[in-house]
């Protein structure tokens, strides 16, 4: 329960030092920015640890080694190796060794990015496009997407035909812009409001 | 300098001050407003709903507390509906800061429904990966989940026993606040025809609607707008429904300064051609 | 070595992938298996690069007493006590997340305000920036004022108390108009809707089939080793 109200002030005097800012750069500030870059730190490093070293490493070892899957339990030498590989980037003399992980990393998400771009976006998304042109809506939309398709496509000059057409896929991507912008102002207000609330309620009982 | 001049460059710490007075004010006055529910968070309910007893709902915690007074009301909504519904679920989350946050509205919200930890739900905890994960849990979870988040065996919990893969999951719900929900859609979606509604911030809002028309996703609960709609579908308001008439105020400021700001520079050009 | 062993793992791994979408039958799908599960473990440990040189980066700062090094000081020590936090309550609850564990209380107290509060914080900068500078200088940019305005007013219940109020109004100049049909309508929000499952849909699929087709021709510049600069 103290350690409850502890941390509540704790709370509050972090959120005001954080909100200080917009007044003027400050020292309550500077200490509360360089004590979240800290924790964040620190918290990777338990992330690593509880998340990954150890159930998917230490565990999953001990574990295979138990139920007798030798090479189950002695092949996860290879993604060990790969990992404190992969940290050699640190020091600049073997930093070239880091660059095998790292192909690793960018080998498996090419691989997957290119069947999940055609498989998981363009297909499905270019076949809902050309639907029957029986509705107001599917028009708009058929028109949306090819218009925009035709403003960004740069190597020639939107000039006649093609600059109608981008002239059109400029007023989609417009109104597709600003509802990102209202949708970006209600959720950096959201944000606020929940800041708020933690302020007048949790710290100072106003809001009962 | 001319009124509107002044108008136009106006200290922007009073602009600060009037939000705050936008926001704690209603906070504090508590007004009743009325939540209209949309088509895509109406969608996303009828998909938990029509989810016959005991399906197996896996929720992924796909944002940190940077998005969480936005996104927590949605994951605390749909857990309620979720165990309402007697459904199980499963929690896991491609952001490991977003964890504890589960951990907080789970321990909230199942104690509240009469349900326990192990025999009503679990939570597997996170793992790195991001889209390798989300496509080697389509083999088997326990390739990457052995144990839930504190070492328990997953085979220990009797509904678990029969979860291997998407094919035994009936619904997988996304609460996101960045990319994580399209790589959900396109690398699970698309390879496992695995059923999804996302719920998002109001940043990511709207490019999710491409995958709403398209059929990939089945709802969105956008934003705390969204959030207020599904409490509103529940039956039970929250903290979303709270925060709607600060965000009215807020909003209705902002579009009047965005009209007085724009009135006094049309008027200031109209006065320079002249 | 330093190239050509990079460039083979990335054709071998990026292929075997692609090979065991459409032959997901052993060996290939069982390699896929393995790969992706080394995968997230190699993810795993990217977590502690930049550790080391942001504490080196710190901890020099403060033996040398630069200008600031208080601040070094804040953040070394936090470093290190949330790592002892965590350990500590990773040993003693099984997990640094469990509720009573002192790594909890860090997280619930400092992590969660602190991160909110930066973003949050953005609210004041946007409010300010969009009065200052949205300015409606020619008709693209109105289109976009105007378009954000709808979907601002649409999205909370002002917009509906607004809209009953143009039903009132509009029913005091043309009596035949009733307000309940009008205001059952629900215009901004209606259009609100419109405006996301339409055009805003329409151009986001413009711009996404653009972005994958562009991922694709990158990924496979990568894979053919065209691309080389995740080497550097």
Redesign the interface.
Same mark, same amino acid.
Not at chain 1, 100 to 113: H, M
Not at chain 1, 124 to 129: A, G, K, L, N
């Given at each position: 329960m103290i350690?409850n109200i502890i941390?509540?002030w704790?709370?509050?005097t =972090?959120?005001i030092a954080?909100?200080s *800012?917009?007044?003027k750069d400050n020292p309550l500030y500077?200490?509360?920015?360089? /004590?979240?870059?800290?924790?964040?730190?620190? *918290?990777? %490093?338990?992330?690593?640890?509880?998340?990954?070293?150890y &159930? @998917?490493?230490v565990?999953?070892f001990r574990?295979n080694l138990h139920q007798k899957h030798y090479l189950e339990a002695w092949?996860?030498i290879? &993604?060990?190796i =790969?990992?404190?590989m @992969?940290?050699c980037?640190?020091i600049p003399k073997i930093a070239?060794i880091s660059?095998?992980?790292?192909?690793?990393?960018?080998?498996?998400?090419?691989?997957?990015?290119?069947?999940?771009?055609?498989?998981?976006?363009?297909l499905?998304? %270019?076949?809902?496009?050309l639907r029957p042109l029986i509705s107001v809506?599917n028009f %708009? @939309?058929y028109?949306? %997407?090819?218009?925009? /398709?035709f403003?960004?496509y740069f190597s020639k000059e939107h000039k006649g035909a093609l600059g109608v057409v981008s002239r059109v896929?400029?007023?989609?991507? @417009?109104?597709?812009?600003?509802?990102?912008?209202?949708?970006?102002?209600?959720?950096?207000?959201?944000? =606020?409001?929940?800041?708020?609330?933690?302020l007048?309620h949790d710290w100072l009982p106003?809001?009962r | 300098m001319t009124f509107w001049q002044r108008i136009s460059t106006v200290d922007r710490r009073i602009l600060y001050v009037l939000l705050c007075l936008a926001v704690a004010l209603p906070l504090i006055l508590k007004p009743k407003t009325q939540v209209r529910v949309s088509e895509p968070v109406r969608s996303a309910f009828e998909t938990v709903d029509k989810l016959p007893e005991d399906a197996v709902v896996m929720i992924s915690i796909d944002y940190d507390p940077s998005s969480a007074p936005e996104v927590q009301p949605m994951l605390i909504g749909l857990l309620r509906h979720a165990f309402k519904k007697n459904l199980h679920v499963i929690v896991t989350g491609q952001l490991a800061l977003g964890l504890p946050l589960a951990e907080i509205a789970l321990n909230q919200v199942g104690p509240e429904m009469g349900k326990t930890y192990g025999k009503d739900y679990v939570n597997i905890g996170y793992r790195p990966g991001g889209s390798a994960m989300m496509i080697g849990i389509g083999r088997e979870i326990r390739d990457y989940f052995r144990t839930d988040y504190k070492g328990v065996p997953l085979d220990s919990f009797a509904f678990m026993r029969s979860v291997h893969n998407y094919r035994d999951i009936g619904l997988l719900v996304s609460l996101a606040h960045g990319a994580v929900a399209e790589q959900w859609i396109q690398f699970v979606g698309g390879r496992f025809n695995q059923t999804i509604i996302v719920g998002c911030t109001g940043v990511n809002a709207p490019s999710l609607y491409q995958y709403l028309h398209s059929g990939q996703i089945k709802g969105i609960i956008g934003g705390l707008q969204g959030a207020s709609e599904y409490e509103a579908l529940i039956g039970k308001p929250g903290s979303a429904t709270l925060g709607m008439p600060a965000q009215s105020a807020a909003h209705g400021l902002i579009i009047l300064l965005l009209i007085i700001g724009n009135l006094g520079y049309i008027i200031s050009r109209r006065k320079k051609k002249q | 070595m330093k190239r050509s062993v990079p460039l083979t793992i990335v054709f071998v791994t990026a292929v075997l992938l692609i090979v065991a979408f459409f032959i997901p039958h052993k060996p290939f799908g069982d390699l896929q298996s393995r790969f992706l599960n080394w995968y997230t473990i190699v993810s795993g440990f990217t977590f502690l690069l930049g550790l080391d040189s942001l504490t080196r980066h710190h901890l020099v700062r403060v033996f040398r007493r630069v200008e600031g090094w208080g601040y070094s000081l804040v953040l070394v020590l936090a470093l290190f006590a949330t790592m002892a936090l965590g350990f500590y309550s990773w040993f003693k609850f099984q997990s640094p997340f469990a509720l009573r564990a002192p790594f909890m209380w860090l997280y619930t107290y400092m992590i969660i305000p602190l991160q909110s509060t930066m973003f949050a914080s953005l609210a004041f900068f946007v409010f300010s920036a969009a009065y200052r500078a949205f300015r409606i200088r020619n008709f693209a940019a109105t289109l976009l004022l105007v378009a954000a305005c709808l979907v601002m007013i649409g999205n909370v219940p002002l917009g509906s108390a607004f809209w009953h109020d143009i039903g009132s109004l509009v029913h005091a100049i043309i009596p035949g108009v009733s307000v309940d049909k009008l205001t059952a309508l629900e215009g901004f929000a209606s259009i609100k809707d419109w405006l996301m499952s339409i055009p805003t849909a329409a151009a986001g699929r413009g711009i996404g089939i653009g972005l994958a087709l562009g991922g694709i021709a990158m990924s496979l510049r990568i894979i053919l080793g065209i691309e080389r600069t995740y080497m550097s």
């Open positions: 350690l941390g509540t704790v709370a509050a =972090l959120t954080i909100l *800012f917009l007044y500077r200490v509360a920015e360089h /004590l979240y870059v800290g924790i964040s730190a620190g *918290f990777a %490093v338990i992330y690593a640890w509880a998340f990954d070293v &159930p @998917m490493l565990d999953a574990n092949i996860l290879v &993604p060990t =790969l990992g404190i @992969m940290l980037r640190s070239w660059r095998w992980p790292i192909s690793f990393t960018v080998g498996i998400g090419a691989g997957l990015g290119i069947v999940a771009g055609v498989q998981g976006y363009l499905p998304q %270019v076949s809902d496009t809506n %708009v @939309m028109i949306g %997407v090819i218009a925009t /398709l403003y960004f896929g400029i007023i989609f991507i @417009m109104v597709a812009f600003g509802a990102s912008f209202g949708y970006t102002v209600m959720a950096r207000i959201s944000l =606020l409001i929940g800041r708020f609330y933690f007048l106003i809001i | - | -």
